[in-house]
């Protein structure tokens, strides 16, 4: 039986790209084993990114086919393992290692009512005994400093690190700060990404058990960046229970999981409405109960009342957890937090 040729084997090889991965098998190192026997049968054994792990299939056809095409091959055996690193990853940094739980709050679309809840969590799990912090990365639609009446801009310490807002028990920072109103917010992709890491890193939070981090809605760089650069405990999606909107958070829940970030659960805002007379509550989007958490697959963490009282504190910088500390909405949202409390085990 003739020989066959394990640099064509390579040749061939590299000619195969990983999907999803743009590099070819040889050039990621990706060939784990390669055994020839002289009946021309090749065992080959090939290790990939997480990338191509759901590509598997049409991978290994090309593969077969690469090889084949080698002279005096008759048969290919291929086993392929898939790495969990994906290629290409910049390596882990912890930009905030002070802080013991970071919690990203995420939505599928603006206006669900996230910035409410992240400030309105964050005054709630602060007056549990926590320390507490809330960055807001929402650089589309800063909306934190608003809602928390900070107008100032933030100072720097001799360490050359901004020095965050404290109030209502909360340690506060946003790029709303250090930007003029008005300021059209034309980063985009990478440069973004490198604007918040910066910013991440030049914030001097001191120890904190929470920092709550309220994205911009929807998919993104952010996200991205955030899983790669601070080591994020959980993640809270917050959502309407109209069905539009259900859709949208069902990808943003889809994207923290793709990045191996615990989902912790759903917070439904403007979840009824609680008549101030009879104290009914009204769910105004379903019957007697919304199925949000059915739906989404994931717990639900709390039920937000529709309250106009929540848009005018919040106009007003003071949110209604301060502003009406026995209302049902601050129930609501100290109960919320009381959860998150125990799902992160501090
Ligand atoms: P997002 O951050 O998702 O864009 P915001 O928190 O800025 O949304 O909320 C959008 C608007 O809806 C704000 O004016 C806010 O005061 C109001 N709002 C949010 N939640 C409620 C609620 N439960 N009841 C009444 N108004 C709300």
Redesign the pocket.
């Known amino acids: 039986m003739a020989k066959i040729s394990r640099i064509d084997i390579y040749e061939n090889l590299d000619k195969v790209i990983i999907p999803g991965a743009n590099i070819s098998i040889v050039k990621y190192k990706g060939i784990r084993g390669l055994e020839i026997d002289d009946n021309g049968n090749v065992d080959i054994k090939i290790e990939v990114p997480k990338q191509a792990e759901n590509s598997l299939k049409e991978l290994e056809q090309k593969v077969v086919e690469a090889v084949k095409s080698v002279e005096n091959v008759t048969n290919v055996k291929v086993n392929i393992t898939v790495n969990e690193k994906p290629y290409g990853t910049v390596e882990f940094k912890n930009l905030i290692p002070n802080v013991k739980f970071p919690i990203l709050i995420g ?1 599928g ?11 309105n969590l964050a005054i709630a799990l602060a007056s549990l005994g926590h320390k507490v912090g809330l960055l807001d990365a ?1 650089f589309y ?1 800063p ?1 934190i400093a608003m ?1 928390f009446g900070i107008k100032d801009e933030p100072k720097v310490n001799d360490k050359e690190k901004l020095v965050p807002f404290e109030k209502y028990g909360v340690k506060v920072m946003s790029l709303g700060f250090l930007l003029e109103e008005d300021t059209p917010v034309i980063w985009r992709g990478p440069l973004l990404m490198k604007a918040l890491n910066q910013f991440l890193e030049d914030v001097e939070w001191g120890e904190l058990d929470y920092l709550l981090i ?1 994205l911009p ?1 929807g998919t993104g760089d952010i996200q991205l960046s955030l899983a790669q650069n601070v080591k994020v405990r959980g993640a809270i999606a ?1 959502t309407t229970p109209q069905d539009v909107a259900l859709l949208d958070v069902k990808k943003a829940v889809t994207m923290f999981e793709k990045l191996n970030i615990p989902v912790m659960g759903v917070v439904e ?3 009824y409405f609680v008549c101030h007379n009879c104290g009914t509550k009204h769910f105004i989007f379903s019957g007697n109960q919304t199925d949000t958490g059915d739906k989404l697959g994931l717990p639900v963490l709390g039920r ?5 009282a ?2 005018e ?3 007003r910088g003071l949110p209604i957890v301060v502003g009406y500390p026995e209302s049902p ?1 601050t129930k609501a949202f100290i109960d919320t937090a009381k959860l998150i409390a125990d799902k992160s085990g501090l």
């Open positions: 939505s679309k603006g206006g669900v009512g996230k910035s409410t809840v992240s400030t929402d639609g909306s809602m309220d809605p917050v805002n403007m979840s937000i009342p529709i309250d106009s929540i848009r504190g919040g106009d909405v």
